[in-house]
């Protein structure tokens, strides 16, 4: 199943040695080094720049699901103690339609994951290659016996990119690799925090749907440990920088674009009404007499339209 990637990966290891061109150019050395180390990091920034439109897109998506759910609410408490086949069917059928109307799709919110997962899987794919292809397997694209031995003997940290947990016996190259572990789990928990807490309807806080998303702010990166194990180093260091970027998106979001009734949103009104104070505190006094200008002050106010007197 996993052959469909062929293609994928074919074009990634392309993108991966014009990279290393590119990086060479501008002054890294060639050959292995830390050159191959910075391409899977702009690797994968070129990645998260090109899904960008799709997860402003999103954002759009979430909030008008958000808006609708009284409404989905409202239609599920009408077929609530219906069992039958044709209540389940109307039950979908209305619901399909509100999204229809309101034009929103409810996998809206998945669409960035769904897109970057065939990256990952055919960047996985390829790293995880690199060894093999330097003993003489089949190349992958761009990526034949010689450039696989430059990745291959490229190190971070004295590991090479295609070194794993069980793959490697050195206790201070284990613990390298668990710390590395550590800060990419530190920084998901971190960024689902500030998510989670932040940038979530008020309302929605009571909502038993909230209180496991909250729990999962810890498990999640409890359960990526494990797998992160049985990795390479070279995914590794695509998913610390993968998550750095979550972290940075998701803050850039809470600061400009929060989720409205949230704590985000709340803070930025604050930010609003603090900038147009200072904005007034540091009118010279010609200005501020300019302002509060009677005609000045009656153009800023829209009197409502009073109907006539009726004889």
Known sequence: MLEILKPIEIV???IFYYVHDFLTLV?????????WIFSIVLLTILIRVCILPVFIKTIYSTRKM???????QAIKKKYKNKKDQASREALSRETMALYKKERVNPFGSCLPLLLQAPFFLALYRTLNSVKEVSEGAPSIGKIDKN???QIENSSFFSLNLSDTFYGISN??????????????????????????????PLATKDNPMYKTQKMMIYIFPIITVFPCLI????????MLTTNI???LQGIWQIYFIPTPDSEAAISKEE???????????????????????PDVLKAQRKQPNKKGKQK
Not at 66 to 72: C, F, G, L, T, Y
């Open 147 to 149: 450039i696989a031995k």
């Open 27 to 35: 002054g890294f050395n060639a050959g292995s080094g830390i050159a």
């Open 231 to 238: 990795l390479p180093i070279g995914i590794l260091i695509y």
């Open 245 to 247: 970027w979550t972290l």
């Open 66 to 72: 958000q808006a609708i759910q009284p409404q989905i």
């Open 171 to 200: 206790i201070s190259e284990k613990i390298i690799l668990v710390f590395l572990v550590l800060v990419i789990c530190l920084i998901i928990f971190i960024s689902q925090k500030v998510v989670t807490q932040k940038n979530v």
């Open 12 to 14: 990634m290891s392309y």
């Open 271 to 293: 930010r609003t009404k603090k900038k147009s104070a200072q904005k007034i505190v540091n009118l010279s006094s010609e200005e501020f007499e300019k302002y509060n200008k």
